[in-house]
């Protein structure tokens, strides 16, 4: 299991899914699985060196990245912590048993943790919710508690981060995890093989040294100490060495369809993978950390069915006959119109409604505005967008006032967040004053603004979610009023996610799942290393020449060297006031730039669940980001069988609609 | 100019006529089509007439009015329902006369503040209630179905132009022209049109007007669809190739262009006439579901195959919406499929024949 979530906390978890997941709620979180051997067999052996071999090479090659060391080597005056102290998580009534069914819009286009098409939603199933890590952010208080480590100790003046490994980790094959795989993660991820420039890059620069005592004990070194490097060094799943004995240039193909073997709860097993339908997880028998104190209350389910439904309405329907335990009601068609609390089912008590409020970086739902393109290269113009954009009546009609409006892209980091800045409201005014300053001064015969070339203004709005498509038509309709033309796209969402990959979008509906940090990432969506190749000359001036880059995550083209110098300057500050003032001045300038034009935000979630779905006491933890992800619910068989009998039989229960709001906090 | 037309024909169009469920089919769809060319005058929210200060104003057909010539403040189209409004408080000699559906099928249109589907209501003059962001329904369906019959209408000229054309050279020059047709047809017919559709579809870029996409959709539409017709045509002009009138023609001295128009393609209009109103069925039938998949016009452009898709994903909660698209589409389907059967009737010679 490749996966760093560090890499997959900034520059995955893109849109499409996640997004998805967002606005729908839990039911949808994606899935796939699995390893298909048949595939794997038509793929000739690779001749050559093994995996391992190739890894050992590369280590002796760069033996200043790679040390190996002894257990005397390692520094005692450290303070080793390791979490415990932390609250449990989940309920200690958990059952284990059952079965969850799930639902997912599209089937994985892979089963690989990197490279093409490996960033889709269903990494949820395999990696990013399942997969144990070294250790893992509190979902109540944000510390660190352990997993695949049993402590850690930091060292600022050398910039290291020191790891005790558990000894009982396995992998779901039953090999140990060892000091090997992450030295192999390093390995694996420098790989040009595995087409992931992000990875490469993330991987070749923001880590100088992995130190190897034992097989237990190893250690992370970082070029800054940055105020997170907890965060760095820790949010990693290491690679299964054992796993990649056939490593080569065809990576991408040879594992298109293998599961990689994981550290979590949860693997697929072969005849699971049916391609198109669906994916079985099942728990993995004597999990190694299944009596841990972090982990012994979760992953309660004996298994995971999740079939492809591709459409929103259905998975609705499959939800009210009982075909999915949970379905996610965020959206208020939903939560009001499609089951309302006076629903049978609700009213019986057969289904339970739940909001929760919960506390965490916001995903940034917006127009991202691609500024390579004619016109939205013109800040004129970018400025009109963002003031003939009415948010405002979306989240107030269409929402009915249930959301907020985003101010920035940074929202919900605290004090890294630069409360000063406030969204451009819908002025109709000032967007056509901007937009007669671009030359944009004539209405055309349908209300539409032209220039004296005769050009109309006139932008595609492309965007994968279909259940938001009626937010762009409204967007639409307000727009015209102040001359300006948005053609509306709505694609399936991984198409959606291509057009945006390979920058062919003028302006994009999106947003990027944001996961649980200290502070905002800037270099990802905002340096112009992502946005064109060799962006600027040596003096500083635009490059003539640039290409643009694709496959990055610079939606906007967002390209100025002054803030490349504040981004490689933020990412080198080790002071958190440093940093703080940095991203400020970051967000600010983001602002005046207007290639964004800020969405809403959505500060709980809800969900519709059968009634044999059991959550803790509190429903969830503070900062979780939907009713799933934390896998704390469990499933009660014989409460199924009554309450399916009750149904019939026309019983009641006490309806349950319940409110927490326990970590409600006002925007 | 008068119409000349032979007297088998004729016999047949009063044949038509004597069948009175396709009759009054027929009747009906056209006073739909004639109603749908002016539809604007309908069911819009452009007000019909303008009384402001002593002007008329038609604002109709014309360019846009931005609502500072009515002494509002904006500077974008006036919203006629609030001029109207507005006279009739202020109570002066200005007056506003709104079409009977005084909304456009794309204005977010909501009494209730929150932008939902609400049910019909006279009051309001949602006649067929609204969709699920507060559209006007009848007036998408208007406007969704006057594109679906002209779309398919193009479509139907489209194809018999080029499946007559090559079926007819098919059946007439024969040879090898008819062995490649034949091998060229049967592979390309084997080519699942919708997917094909799709695909092509999908990557059309954005930047395209409306009209220019439905122009590319119908133009896809047709490359994939023109062989069904070839096959018949060929049949045909192949039997009429044979007759001895076409021979006799031919002895006169008969150019090949004189016999395939003069002689040939008269004598198979049975066969074209009958195909009609069955290829605009499918045209229909293929426009709305790819709407209804999602591959059809862009949003927010009305088309029936979106509000069904919008009336099935809103079964139990809004049923106003399916109802009425499904309720547009069985009308405007039957009266074709009744139309056809009684063309096909009355172009049959075997008028009295009885199969055994």
Known sequence: MTDLNLESIHMTKFSGFKLMVLALGAALLSACGGESEPENAAVAPAAGPTGSEQARAYYAANPDFFSFKTPADVPTDLVWEDGADLPDIGSPEAKKGGIQYEAMQDYPRTLRHVGPDSNGGFRNWI?????????????????????????????????????????????????????????????????????????????????????????????????????????????????????????????????????????????????????????????????????????????????????????????????????????????????????????????????????????????????????????????????????????????????????????????????????????????????????????????????????????????????????????????????????????????????????????????????????????????????????????????????????????????????????????????????????????????????????????????????????WVKFPENFNHKHSDSAGELFVHWFDPAVKEETLAARRSGQAFEPQINVYDQYKEEL | MRLQLNPQTLKKLRRFREIKRGYYSFVILMVIVLVSLLGELLINNRALVVSYEGELFFPTYTDFHPGTEFGFQYSYETNYRDLQERFELEGGDNWVLLPLVPYSPNENHTVTGIFKADPPSLEQKHYLGTDTTSRDILARLFYGTRTALFFSLGFLVAVYAIGISVGSAMGYLGGWFDLLFQRVIEIWSNIPFLYMVIIIFSVIPATFSISTRIAILLAVMVLFSWTSMTYYMRTETYKQKARDYVSAARIIGASDARIIFHHVLPNTLATMVTFMPFTIVSAITAVTALDFLGFGLPPPTPSLGELLKQGTENLRTAPWIVTSAFGTLVVILTLVTFIGEAVRESFDPKKFTVYK
């Open chain 1, 127 to 611: 990696l990013d919710n399942v997969a144990v890590m070294l250790a893992h952010r509190h979902p109540d208080e944000f510390d660190y508690y352990p997993g695949l480590a049993t402590s850690w100790a930091v060292s600022q003046a050398t910039k290291t981060v020191y790891i005790k490994l558990d000894p009982d980790a396995r992998w779901s094959d039953g090999e140990l995890v060892t000091a090997d795989d992450y030295f192999f993660l390093f390995f694996f991820n420098r790989s040009e093989h595995i087409v992931a420039p992000w990875y490469n890059n993330w991987y070749g620069t923001q880590y100088t040294n992995i130190s190897k005592y034992d097989d237990y004990t190893i250690s992370l070194t970082m070029p800054e100490a940055k105020p997170d490097m907890l965060t760095q060094a820790l949010e990693h799943t290491p690679v299964p060495e054992h796993f990649y004995a056939e490593f080569g240039p065809d990576f991408v193909d040879r594992y298109q369809w293998s599961f990689v073997p994981t550290t979590g709860a949860y693997y697929i097993k072969d005849e699971d993978i049916v391609k198109g339908r669906s994916v079985t997880l099942t728990r993995v028998e004597d999990w190694w950390a299944k009596d841990k104190k972090f982990w012994r209350n979760r992953y309660n389910a004996d298994q995971v069915y999740i079939s492809v439904i591709r459409d929103t309405a259905k998975m609705f329907e499959a939800f009210k006959v009982g075909d999915l335990d949970m379905f996610g009601l965020s959206l208020a068609e939903y939560w009001y119109e499609k089951l309302p609390d006076t629903d049978p089912d609700v009213q019986n008590g057969y289904i339970h409604k739940s909001v929760f409020y919960n506390q965490r970086p916001r995903p940034n739902y917006g127009l991202w505005i691609n500024t390579d393109r004619p016109l939205l290269n013109n800040l004129d113009v970018r400025l009109g967008i963002n003031y003939a954009t009415n948010w405002d009546l979306v989240i107030e009609k269409y929402f009915r006032g249930e959301y907020q409006r985003m101010n920035t892209a940074f929202d919900g980091f605290g004090e890294f967040s630069n409360s000063a800045v406030r969204a451009r409201p819908f002025d109709i005014d000032k967007a056509q004053e901007h937009f007669a300053a671009a030359g944009f001064t004539q209405r055309g015969p349908d209300g539409i603004l032209t220039n004296a070339d005769g050009q109309r203004l006139s932008f595609t709005v492309t965007s994968g979610y279909e259940s938001l498509a009626p937010v762009l038509t409204i967007l639409k309709e307000e727009a015209a009023k102040a001359g300006l033309d948005f053609r509306i796209e709505v694609l399936d969402g991984t198409a959606a996610f291509k057009k945006v990959q390979e920058k062919q979008h003028e302006i994009q509906f999106t947003a990027f799942g944001v996961f649980l940090e200290m502070y905002p990432r800037f270099w990802e969506s905002y340096h112009s290393d992502n946005a064109y190749d060799d962006a600027f000359l040596e003096d500083g001036s635009v490059n003539p020449a640039r290409q643009i880059k694709v496959q990055t995550n610079n939606l906007e083209s967002f390209a100025d060297y002054e803030f490349d110098q504040l981004v490689d300057q933020y990412t080198v500050a080790s002071d958190k006031d440093e940093m703080v003032q940095l991203a400020h001045q970051m967000i600010q300038m983001h602002h005046d730039h207007a290639s964004f034009v800020p969405g809403f935000v959505q500060s709980f979630y809800r969900i519709g669940h059968w009634r």
